[in-house]
C-alpha cells in the first residue's frame, strides 16, 4: 500500500501554489454571493459564472470551499472567508489571527492554505478593528504592505464607525497605503448604514477615493460602492451575511421571543429586504407583490411565510435572481457618470413607489404602518452623481 499522502489530507504548505496570479482581473467587475459553511455546498445556478462568484464564509469554509470544488464540480470564482474577525480582535501587536495549528506559522502560509483548497484568491485572517484603533489599523496596513503576493486581498473588518466624519479621512488615508486590494467588512447590529446619515457618502468617498476596494458581507450597498468604482463586492445570501458584529456580543433580532425565523425577501419594486412574517401581515387582505423572476413566476412575494427548507431555497433563489438582473443591467452602462446615475435613477424610483405600494394596500393615510423608505436607499437616490 501506498504511504503517499491523499490530496485531501497532503499539508496545504506542501502543495505547489501560484501566488503570483494577480487577484484583482479575477475579481474586477464581480458581485459575490456569500454561502453560510454550516450548509453543505450546492452549485448556485442563479449565478451569472461572468459577473458572480461565491464567498464561503463560517468556521468550515475551507472544508466546504475544497467540497464546492472537488464534489460538485464548481469552477467559477471562489473566495474563503472563515471569519476570524467574529471572535478575534486585532491589536497592534497582533493584527492577524494565527490559525491554532503549528503548520500555520505565518499568515503567508494561512493564505497559501486557502489557494490550495480552491480560492481564487486569499483573504488576509485580520481581526475585528474596533472604533479609532488607529494602531491597530495601521498595524494592519504594516503587515499586509510585507505580503509578496499577487493573489492577496486584505480584509478589513472595520467598527462601522470607521465611516464617521471623524475618522473616515484616516481610514481613507491608510487604506491608500495599503499596496494590495482591499476587502471592507462593516460591523454594527442590524443595518450598518444606518448607524449615522453620513456613513453612505463616507463610504461611497472611500470607494471613490481609494483604488481596488472591495465592500464584502453586505446587502444592496454592494451595488452602490460597485456603480462607484468597487472592485468587487460581496452580498450575504442570509441576513446574518449581510452585515457582522464584534467578537463577544450577541445578535439582536427585530423578532420577540422564540419560535421559527423565517426568510428575509429583497422586493424588487421597493429595492429592499423584508421579513417574510411582515410581508404576510401587510398582505393579509390584500393582493400581494409579485416578481417575475425565474422562480417566482409572477407568484407573490407573501408565500415564503413559511420555516421549511425548501421555503428558505426558493427564497434564497429569488433573492440571488433579483439582484443578478440588476448587476447584468449595470455592467450593461459604462462606468462612471453613466453607470452613476442610472443607479441613482434605479434607487429614486423605488423611492417613490412606496407612497404608491402604502396606497394600493390601504395604507395611504397611515404610512408609518406600511412600508418605509430605509434610509441607505433614501440617501442613494439622493446623493449627488460626481464625476
Known amino acids: 500500500?501506498?504511504?503517499?499522502?491523499?490530496?485531501?489530507?497532503?499539508?496545504?504548505?506542501?502543495?505547489?501554489?501560484?501566488?503570483?496570479?494577480?487577484?484583482?482581473?479575477?475579481?474586477?467587475?464581480?458581485?459575490?454571493?456569500?454561502?453560510?459553511?454550516?450548509?453543505?455546498?450546492?452549485?448556485?445556478?442563479?449565478?451569472?459564472?461572468?459577473?458572480?462568484?461565491?464567498?464561503?464564509?463560517?468556521?468550515?469554509?475551507?472544508?466546504?470551499a475544497f467540497q464546492l470544488r472537488t464534489t460538485t464540480g464548481y469552477e467559477g470564482t471562489l473566495l474563503i472567508d472563515s471569519a476570524p474577525y467574529t471572535t478575534y480582535t486585532t491589536t497592534a501587536?497582533?493584527?492577524?489571527?494565527?490559525?491554532?495549528?503549528?503548520?500555520?506559522?505565518?499568515?503567508?502560509?494561512?493564505?497559501?492554505?486557502?489557494?490550495a483548497r480552491g480560492a481564487s484568491a486569499a483573504?488576509?485572517?485580520?481581526?475585528?478593528?474596533?472604533?479609532?484603533?488607529s494602531r491597530a489599523l495601521k498595524a494592519v496596513m504594516r503587515e499586509a504592505n510585507r505580503i509578496e503576493r499577487a493573489d492577496t486581498l486584505v480584509s478589513l473588518p472595520i467598527d462601522v464607525t470607521w465611516l464617521n466624519r471623524e475618522n473616515i479621512g484616516q481610514l481613507i488615508a491608510v487604506c491608500a497605503k495599503i499596496r494590495h486590494p482591499k476587502a471592507i467588512i462593516l460591523f454594527r447590529q442590524f443595518d450598518p448604514l444606518e448607524q449615522t446619515k453620513d456613513v453612505p457618502a463616507n463610504l461611497r468617498r472611500l470607494f471613490t477615493e481609494v483604488e481596488h476596494m472591495s465592500l464584502l458581507r453586505t446587502d444592496l450597498a454592494a451595488l452602490d460602492v460597485m456603480a462607484h468604482g468597487a472592485l468587487c463586492a460581496g452580498i450575504g445570501v442570509q441576513s446574518s451575511l449581510r452585515h457582522a458584529i464584534p467578537p463577544g456580543e450577541k445578535p439582536q433580532t427585530g423578532k420577540r421571543g422564540g419560535g421559527p425565523?423565517?426568510?428575509?425577501?429583497?422586493?424588487?419594486?421597493?429595492?429592499?429586504?423584508?421579513?417574510?412574517?411582515?410581508?404576510?401581515k401587510l398582505y393579509a387582505n390584500m393582493d400581494p407583490a409579485t416578481c417575475d423572476c425565474e422562480e417566482c413566476d409572477g407568484r407573490g412575494l407573501d408565500r415564503f411565510f413559511l420555516p421549511d427548507g425548501e421555503t428558505r431555497r426558493e427564497a434564497d433563489n429569488h433573492t440571488v435572481l433579483t439582484w443578478r438582473d440588476w448587476v447584468s443591467e449595470m455592467a450593461s452602462h459604462r462606468a462612471g457618470t453613466q453607470r452613476k446615475t442610472w443607479w441613482r435613477d434605479k434607487c429614486a424610483a423605488a423611492v417613490d413607489r412606496y407612497a404608491l405600494e402604502n396606497q394600493r394596500i390601504g395604507l395611504g393615510a397611515r404610512p408609518k404602518s406600511g412600508f418605509q423608505v430605509p434610509p441607505p436607499l433614501q440617501a442613494w437616490a439622493t446623493l449627488p452623481v460626481t464625476l
Request: proline content about 13%.
Open 261 to 280: 425565523t423565517y426568510p428575509n425577501v429583497l422586493m424588487p419594486q421597493l429595492m429592499r429586504f423584508k421579513g417574510a412574517e411582515s410581508l404576510a
Open 93 to 115: 501587536d497582533e493584527p492577524f489571527m494565527a490559525p491554532p495549528d503549528e503548520l500555520f506559522t505565518s499568515v503567508d502560509v494561512s493564505l497559501a492554505f486557502q489557494k
Open 123 to 133: 483573504l488576509t485572517p485580520t481581526g475585528y478593528i474596533p472604533p479609532a484603533n
Open 1 to 64: 500500500m501506498s504511504n503517499t499522502p491523499s490530496p485531501r489530507r497532503q499539508p496545504p504548505a506542501l502543495k505547489a501554489l501560484d501566488h503570483t496570479v494577480a487577484a484583482v482581473p479575477l475579481l474586477q467587475g464581480r458581485v459575490l454571493l456569500h454561502e453560510n459553511a454550516r450548509n453543505l455546498p450546492q452549485p448556485r445556478h442563479a449565478l451569472d459564472d461572468d459577473l458572480s462568484g461565491v464567498i464561503m464564509t463560517g468556521a468550515k469554509a475551507d472544508e466546504r
